[in-house]
């Protein structure tokens, strides 16, 4: 599933100061339908995006087999980070503690850019979740640099073997848009098949919420860097719901 944006370099930021600093800090927990009414929409876009409101879980490639279970335990919030919709329902293995109490997922085309489309997703959880779990995931860079996982087969393919890939796991420099209280940035591999796929990420945090947004480059070619009109203006749209 799910990446730029605007102001202040800075990755996994979780100090409080620094949330003040910015004008964020803490918002408003949202009902699910309040969230899926604070999904950006083409009228706050512009001219020439397009955006899809979809089905928790069916991104780019549609619904996945079940949940994606990480050989170190302690990768598992990234994998459930990038698809929360699998981890929170999946048959397969119980609800990972990564799972919001409501999300809205989302694509976003652009006419001038076609491969620029990002795949996002608008998180929500309760109380300070949100928060540790960006803190948890800012911590990974290190020992999930390079690790295994395995999934259940896609629902078509039933009877085949479960899924077994590699993952690297890298950081990317990300700046911080107005409204936000902190940005993580990373680049995501998934190398089980012949052509590596790569995930670019960005998630902000926004009070209670994570706004989750990603591209994909396949093969040689590197996963384009997410629009950051589209990150910016979804996380004031957030921000702006929880304050309503």
Known sequence: MLGALFLA??????????DRARGGGPGRELSAAELRAAVVTDADLGPGYTVTVMTPGHGETGSGGGREVADLPVCQPLLDAVTPAVAAGAASAPPGPAAPYAET?????????????????????????????????GGLFG??????????????????????????LSRNDTPTPGGADAVTGFTLTNESGPVVLAQRAVLARVGPALVVFSTVGVGPAPAPEPDGRIVGQQVAKLRAAQKG
């Open 9 to 18: 370099t800075g990755c996994a930021t979780v100090d409080g100061s620094a």
């Open 143 to 168: 020992p999930c640099a390079d690790f295994t996982s395995t999934a259940p087969p896609p629902p078509a393919e039933k009877g085949r073997k479960e899924v077994r890939t590699r993952h690297r």
């Open 105 to 137: 997922d989302l694509g976003v085309a652009r006419a001038a850019d076609p491969e620029g489309s990002v795949y996002g997703g608008l998180l929500g959880y309760r109380g300070d979740r949100a928060a540790r779990l960006q803190a948890e995931l």
